[in-house]
């Protein structure tokens, strides 16, 4: 029966509810129902993270999670510090991140985790990125279409068969910006 010194809390590892001693949970931000939990959530890899935490909303995967000032995805593992998910994710797949270089969003979505999204720039390029993307959300129009895989790859075919970047942005309700940088393969460099 829960006291006045004790409190339920949801166990991170495995979802089930225990009774803790209120004092043992101070200070603490993941809590679990046995030290079995504790360890399998400790070594738990950064893709069980980002399955348990994420939506798929078109080709994005969107982290759910706790998300920083910028709008990226945080990732708060045990015994290290706060990192951002897409780097990690980035990490995970291709090894340490090199210094000099940023991970950036094909899609132009910070939370976004999907590995096919991400790709190394530099801050140079990253800056670039900002400056599109807050003239596509702040300008006359604003552009909230995903493009899909699909999407992209019908917008080069029709682009080679001579299709002009105005008709393709009204096609797909982008803007010509956009088209223009799967043109020049600065965004969707993937496929
Ligand atoms: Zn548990
Ligand atoms: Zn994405």
């Given at each position: 029966?829960?006291?006045?010194?004790?409190?339920?809390?949801?166990?991170?590892?495995?979802?089930?509810?225990?009774?803790?001693?209120?004092?043992?949970?101070?200070?603490r931000?993941?809590?679990?129902?046995?030290?079995?939990?504790?360890?399998?959530?400790?070594?738990?890899?950064?893709?069980q993270?980002?399955?348990?935490?994420?939506?798929?909303?078109?080709?994005?995967?969107?982290?759910?999670?706790?998300?920083?000032?910028?709008?990226?995805?945080?990732?708060?593992?045990?015994?290290?510090?706060?990192?951002?998910?897409?780097?990690?994710?980035?990490e995970?797949?291709?090894?340490?991140?090199?210094?000099?270089?940023?991970?950036r969003?094909?899609?132009?979505?910070?939370?976004?985790c999907?590995?096919?999204?991400?790709?190394?720039?530099?801050?140079?390029?990253?800056?670039?990125?900002c400056?599109?993307?807050?003239?596509?959300?702040?300008?006359?129009?604003?552009y909230?279409?995903?493009?899909?895989?699909?999407?992209?790859?019908?917008?080069?075919?029709?682009?080679?068969?001579?299709?002009?970047?105005?008709?393709?942005s009204?096609?797909?309700?982008?803007?010509?910006?956009t088209?223009?940088?799967?043109?020049?393969?600065?965004?969707?460099?993937?496929?």
């Amino acid at each position: 029966m829960p006291s006045h010194n004790s409190i339920y809390v949801i166990c991170c590892q495995c979802s089930k509810s225990v009774l803790k001693y209120w004092a043992h949970t101070k200070g603490r931000k993941n809590l679990f129902c046995s030290v079995e939990c504790c360890n399998a959530f400790r070594t738990r890899s950064i893709m069980q993270h980002v399955e348990a935490k994420t939506v798929r909303m078109g080709s994005c995967l969107i982290w759910i999670g706790n998300r920083d000032k910028d709008g990226y995805g945080r990732l708060e593992t045990m015994g290290r510090l706060p990192r951002r998910v897409h780097r990690a994710v980035w990490e995970h797949h291709f090894g340490k991140i090199p210094d000099d270089l940023v991970i950036r969003h094909t899609c132009d979505n910070p939370p976004c985790c999907e590995i096919t999204h991400l790709i190394p720039g530099t801050t140079d390029q990253n800056n670039k990125d900002c400056i599109s993307r807050d003239r596509n959300s702040y300008g006359e129009n604003h552009y909230k279409t995903i493009l899909t895989n699909n999407d992209v790859l019908n917008i080069r075919s029709r682009l080679t068969q001579g299709e002009s970047t105005r008709s393709l942005s009204m096609a797909f309700n982008v803007s010509i910006s956009t088209i223009k940088s799967i043109r020049s393969r600065h965004t969707w460099k993937n496929i």
